[in-house]
Every structure is written in structure tokens, then in C-alpha cells.
Nanobody, 128 residues
């Protein structure tokens, strides 16, 4: 089974930065669609950023474009989310997600529909 362990969340002031990490316990080369989702209280889970590692394609929610950057370190089986210029509306529980897909288009579809992924337990980000 895949285990994903997030870290790096915390409390930060508006305009601040955080860098989330997600360590995968299996070889992430087999998990070629990896990303970050978030869920605020009373709201549905939404996609933040996703990477199709086969070619390095990345996709971002409109609300975070230009502020967040997703990256992967295959050697360390780790996924990152660098978050800059954080806003109070970024406050949420952030989840790491991973899946194996056959195409980048399917990875993107899974991202926008919040389809089935292997999920981490989440790390809280509070901007206040």
C-alpha cells in the first residue's frame, strides 16, 4: 500500500510562505500523477496543484497560480508545495495525493474532478 506523509504546515501571517512536503513510502516513479488538495471547514475538497511526472506537466487552481509551485524529487520520493504570498483564504487542511495514470489528460481530469487518489492524512495551514 502507498503511504503518504505530509509535513510543513503551520500558522503564518498573510503574505508569508510555507513549504509543504509529502514523503511517499513506495517508489514514486510508479505514482506519476501527484498533487495537493485542500479542504476548508464546511467546504468541499478542491485541487490546488498537480504534476504529471512522466513529462513534468503541472496544473494549478486559478486561485493559487503565480503564488504556489509544485515540485517532485524522485530520488527522495518526495513531493513539495512551495506557497508564497499566502492569504487567509488559503487556510485549510492540505492533503497530498498520488495515483498511477496512463496519460497526462487523465491526470488533469482526476485533478479537476477530485477523483480517487491515495491520500495522506493532511497538514493544517492557517493564514491569520
Amino acid at each position: 500500500d502507498v503511504q503518504l506523509v505530509e509535513s510543513g504546515g503551520g500558522l503564518v501571517q498573510p503574505g508569508g510562505s510555507l513549504n509543504l512536503s509529502c514523503a511517499a513510502t513506495v517508489n514514486s516513479n510508479n505514482l506519476n500523477c501527484m498533487g495537493w488538495f485542500r479542504q476548508a471547514p464546511g467546504k468541499e475538497r478542491e485541487g490546488v496543484a498537480i504534476i504529471y511526472t512522466g513529462v513534468g506537466d503541472t496544473y494549478y487552481a486559478d486561485s493559487v497560480k503565480g503564488r504556489f509551485t509544485i515540485a517532485q524529487d524522485n530520488a527522495e520520493n518526495t513531493l513539495y508545495l512551495q506557497m508564497n504570498n499566502l492569504k487567509p483564504e488559503d487556510t485549510a487542511l492540505y492533503y497530498c495525493a498520488a495515483a498511477s495514470v496512463t496519460t497526462g489528460a487523465f491526470c488533469y481530469w482526476k485533478f479537476v474532478t477530485v477523483d480517487y487518489f491515495d491520500w495522506g492524512q493532511g497538514t493544517q495551514v492557517t493564514v491569520s
